[in-house]
Nanobody, 123 residues
Framework: QVQLVESGGGLVQAGGSLRLSCAAS????????MGWYRQAPGKQRELVAQ???????NVADSVKGRFTISRDNAKNTVWMQMNSLKPEDTAVYYC?????????????????WGQGTQVTVSS
């Protein structure tokens, strides 16, 4: 089916920057939307930013102006540049993809998650 591999998390001081990457692989026919969600301890998972294969983006108000999402459709890869990080950005960040894939002679659609990458912002 489809596998997502994330990288780029880590520990950074407030005001710093990190860049997350997520590469999709597998029997991919096409990937519609790709995006990033995050989940802080004791909180629900929330959408951070999403981008369609046409380049349309949806960015959470809490990160607008600080985070930028981009993708390379040919490489099935999405990135998120995170600047001016705040302690409240601390969370596990998950890549998500809405993809269609080959299944035998059929094409099926599914939603997929990466394993998550920890982002910790110290004050």
């Amino acid at each position: 089916q489809v596998q997502l591999v994330e990288s780029g998390g880590g520990l950074v001081q407030a005001g710093g920057s990190l860049r997350l990457s997520c590469a999709a692989s597998g029997s991919i026919f096409s990937i519609n939307a790709m995006g990033w969600y995050r989940q802080a301890p004791g909180k629900q998972r929330e959408l951070v930013a999403q981008i369609t294969n046409g380049g349309r983006t949806n960015v959470a108000d809490s990160v607008k102006g600080r985070f930028t999402i981009s993708r390379d459709n040919a490489k099935n890869t999405v990135w998120m540049q995170m600047n001016s990080l705040k302690p409240e950005d601390t969370a596990v960040y998950y890549c998500n993809a809405d993809a269609t894939y080959y299944s035998g002679s059929n094409i099926r659609r599914g939603g997929y998650w990466g394993q998550g990458t920890q982002v910790t912002v110290s004050s």
